[in-house]
Every structure is written in C-alpha cells, then in structure tokens.
C-alpha cells in the first residue's frame, strides 16, 4: 500500500470539513474520489499535500501514511523532493507572465543539485513533449494566452518535471471540451500503463472519474459513504440514481 489515510478529520477554523474518513491507493493505481460540491474532495487533497494554512485545513486526528511512513509533520517542499508526490490543483495556477518552458523549469529548480540533473530533466522534457506535443509547439508562448486545456496540460507537465511518481489532480476535466477532456485522461492513462504512475484524481465528472479509475470512494459532506472498483460503483444504483443520471 502506498497511501493509507487512516480516521482523518480536518477542519477550516470552527468548521470540520473530514469527518474520520480512510482510504488507501496502492502503487500503480488509479483512484478516483468523487462526489458534490462541499463533499469534502479538495480538503482532501490540500490535507494530503501538507500545505500550510490557510490554504489547506488544520488536521484535528487521524494519520496519512506514505510507504508506511506518516506524512503529517512533512513540508510540502518534502513531500515533493523526497516522496516524489505532487498535487496539480484546482484552477491550474501556472505563472501567465512566463512561457511555457519557464514553468516547466521552474518546476526542476528543486533536482538542480541532484546528480545527472540535466540528463535526467532531457528525458522528462521528452516525456512530457511525447504526451502533450501541443505544449512543444507553445513552449515559447507565454502561458497565458493558451487556451484552457492547454493550460490544463501545463499545470500536469509541471507536475512531471518535478519527477514525481505519485500526482493528485483536483477537477482535471474543469472547464475542458469534451474533446480536450477525453485527451487529457487519455494522456493520463498513458501515465499509468506505460510509466506506472500512481494516480489520485478528485472528479466531479463522476462518469468520466469511474471509466477511468481502477477504484473509487464517494464522498458526501466529509464522510465516505461507498467504495469498491469502478465496475461495482458505476453499477451501485445509489451511485446511479446520485452521481450517474441514472
């Protein structure tokens, strides 16, 4: 098991938003959290992520486990360089004045000292070139004059750069066309098959999250109320009746 969230609750000042949930990721997975508005998914991942506050909410209990080892007094700076996570956050947040290869670089300023850094970020640079050939042909265009799914594709590159082997995305799909959405969680599926990259993706998207994912959990205001393979909760007629239009 790579990820295991143990009882965690979380608050916002006075306000608890995780009410003890627990769930686990194994390495090479694709795990998807989904549910409403207010559910709980985005505290999640900001908890996850050990952001200060007040960006991300204060833990009151529980434990985040990653590789047996507890992350809860981790810096994120940490949990980047030396866990090799990293969270692709909501409303992408890349740097508009800069192009897209700035970002990019910005992305290896924390390898810079590593050994075989250059030859290390080339490959990465191919890697990301490979999934995303629209971000090679933009690479000198400053990032705020692409269009949402290409900004969407720079905020995951940016992820990649920094070498990690475990992302989580919160709303991916938020704001993409149809077509643009499906290339990206094709390209994201690429990540998991071909590279063995071990995926956490918060969707509202709840179709789109379960055709993609190996596994899911729904959250309702904080608490998990079901889980099991995307098979099982795609078939749930809860899940249906809830999340599915059905």
């Known amino acids: 098991m790579l990820l295991d969230v143990r009882n965690l609750r979380v608050?916002?000042?006075?306000?608890?938003a995780l009410h003890g949930i627990s769930f686990n990721v194994d390495k090479g997975e694709i795990v998807t959290l989904i549910g409403a508005n207010g559910a709980g998914k985005t505290s999640t991942l900001l908890t996850l992520s050990r952001l200060p506050k007040p960006?991300?909410?204060?833990?009151?209990s529980g434990d985040i486990l990653y590789d047996d080892y507890s992350i809860l007094k981790t810096e994120p700076q940490v949990l980047?360089?030396?866990?090799?996570?990293?969270?692709?956050?909501?409303?992408?947040?890349?740097?508009?004045?800069?192009?897209?290869?700035e970002n990019l670089q910005m992305a290896c300023y924390g390898r810079k000292n590593e050994p075989q850094h250059e030859m290390r970020t080339m490959e990465l640079y191919d890697l990301l070139y490979d999934l995303f050939p629209r971000l090679y042909e933009r690479r000198k265009q400053r990032?705020?004059?692409l269009s949402g799914g290409e900004q969407q594709m720079l905020a995951v590159g940016r992820a990649l750069m920094t070498d990690c082997n475990f992302i989580m995305l919160d709303e991916p799909s938020m704001g993409l066309a149809p077509k643009l959405m499906f290339e990206m969680f094709r390209a994201l599926k690429r990540l998991n098959v071909q590279k063995k990259m071990t995926l956490l993706v918060?969707?509202?998207n709840a179709k789109v999250a379960l055709d993609f994912a190996d596994r899911g959990y729904v959250l309702q205001t904080g608490e998990i109320i079901a889980s099991g393979t995307s098979e099982e909760l795609i078939s749930n007629p809860e899940v249906q009746k809830a999340y599915l239009g059905g």
């Open 11 to 16: 608050s916002y000042g006075n306000i608890e």
């Open 55 to 60: 960006e991300a909410p204060t833990v009151i």
């Open 80 to 101: 980047i360089k030396e866990k090799m996570m990293c969270l692709v956050p909501e409303g992408r947040h890349i740097f508009g004045n800069l192009t897209v290869e």
């Open 143 to 145: 990032s705020e004059l």
């Open 202 to 204: 918060v969707e509202q």
